[in-house]
């Protein structure tokens, strides 16, 4: 018997339209999502399952019995291709629940916009915007129900005021690198360079150590040009000595990336593409995919979308010379 969900949060209208397209009872739903849905009385019996949203908006929590749990998470993997179980772990000695931890990244969040977009007018980025700025998000989208012949010009409205012109404005970009575990590494920073609609290029500088994959040294002067795309399954790291000439490259795999008004976001899946200059490209750290797989916190389908783009990045590189980043507007 398929447990019965309570839902709660930002997510809860996407998350309610997969949990019934998926043959599972919502149980005390609120008013808006009776309306949406067309209940037509709010169920108040026991719930076995409770979906609400972390403390940071950028993902799940789901508590019940664990039978019940990994149903649930089995369910929501399996319409979220990058969702990321990252911790399971039991409430307290005094009930027999669990607490699932699960990361909606930026392919989650995009597919759970085209969810919700199914069931309510909803604009691109709803959900990354519901948690950067919801005041002008529901400005913006009850504007958009008057007038949804406007669509594309609010979308871009919103990027331009809630994303870029916060992110030009304070000329530093933070790359928030989330761990598979949750946690976040120590936060990479840089001067931004330049800057349009979908992607963001960052400078750093280096006086002393050893690039991290490409084994070689750091000298006096050494910078990198870090690319950001919206959407990318990568972010490309490209280094220069002090004469500008290429050192070599490194690409972090990742999920789909998010603009912010402070940088950018995603989870590190673990597989790098390194390159040397005027040498073939090569992957690393394969085997830490394959560990995240077999324990269960990312799906088969997610590995393999991995894997494909790891290949398809080194048949490209290895196709082409060491080269910086494509030139872009200048802030």
Same mark, same amino acid.
């Given at each position: ?9 930002? @997510? ?38 409770? =979906? ?31 969702? =990321? ?149 990568? =972010?490309?790291?490209? @280094? ?25 976001? @995603? ?42 783009? @790891? ?21």
């Amino acid at each position: 018997m398929l447990p019965r969900i309570k839902i709660r949060g930002i @997510y809860g209208t996407a998350l309610t339209k997969l949990a019934l397209d998926s043959g599972l009872e919502i149980v005390d739903p609120s008013e808006r999502i009776r309306e949406r849905f067309h209940m037509e009385s709010s169920d108040h019996g026991k719930y076995e399952v409770l =979906i609400q949203d972390r403390e940071d908006r950028q993902g799940i929590e789901v508590k019940g019995e664990a039978d019940h749990v990994c149903e649930v998470l089995i369910h929501m993997q399996e319409s979220l291709l990058d969702a =990321i179980i990252v911790s399971f772990l039991p409430t307290d000695h005094s009930e027999p629940l669990v607490i699932a931890n699960l990361e909606l990244p930026g392919g989650a969040k995009e597919k759970l916009d085209r969810v919700r977009s199914s069931v309510v007018p909803t604009l691109k980025n709803h959900h990354k915007l519901k948690i950067i700025n919801p005041d002008l998000l529901e400005s913006a989208e009850i504007e958009f129900c008057r007038h949804p012949e406007d669509g594309m010009g609010l979308e871009k409205r919103l990027l331009r005021e809630a994303i870029l012109d916060p992110l030009i404005k304070e000329g530093m970009v933070r790359l928030e690198h989330i761990r598979p575990s949750g946690k976040p590494m120590r936060p990479r920073l840089g001067i931004l360079q330049s800057v349009r609609e979908n992607r963001v290029v960052f400078k750093r500088e280096f006086s002393k150590g050893r690039y991290d994959g490409l084994d070689l040294p750091i000298r006096e002067g050494d910078y990198c040009l870090t690319e950001v795309r919206e959407g990318q399954w990568y =972010i490309r790291h490209s @280094y220069f000595s002090k004469e500008h000439l290429p050192i070599g490259e490194y690409f972090n795999i990742n999920t789909p990336t998010e603009l912010y008004p402070y940088g950018a976001r @995603y989870v590190d899946l673990e597989v790098d593409v390194i390159r040397r200059a005027g040498e073939n490209a090569f992957p690393v750290d394969r085997e830490k995919l394959e560990v995240l797989a077999r324990k269960g916190c990312i799906t088969k389908d997610l590995q393999n979308k991995v894997l494909l783009v @790891y290949k398809q990045l080194l048949r490209g590189l290895n196709r082409e010379k060491a080269r910086p980043p494509a030139p872009a507007h200048r802030v």
